[in-house]
């Protein structure tokens, strides 16, 4: 994936976009907006090239949620993110 990219939930509800990563360093930001009310939880699993992944729950209804920045990271350095994936919990 590359920085701007977007995933949308199978629902319609969230959308996930890679806001900045830098390889060296194994670390970056996701933005997670809300496109419509909902109650739940979601998990936002980002998914790296070298097999690892990092997890954010994040859990619909707080406005001041919506469209922050969530922080992602690696310890692998020189790693790319290989796919961004929503489950609902």
């Given at each position: 994936m590359k920085v701007c990219d977007s995933v949308v939930s199978t629902d319609g509800f969230l959308k996930v976009t890679l806001d900045a990563f830098n390889p060296d360093r194994g670390n970056g930001n996701i933005k997670i907006e809300e496109l419509s009310d909902k109650v739940g939880r979601f998990f936002v699993n980002?998914?790296?090239?070298?097999?690892?992944?990092?997890?954010?729950?994040?859990?619909p209804g707080d406005v001041?949620?919506?469209g922050a920045l969530f922080g992602i990271s690696t310890t692998t350095r020189n790693d790319a993110i290989s796919s961004i994936v929503l489950t609902p919990a």
């Open positions: 980002v998914n790296f090239r070298s097999g690892e992944r990092d997890t954010v729950d994040y859990r001041s949620r919506s």
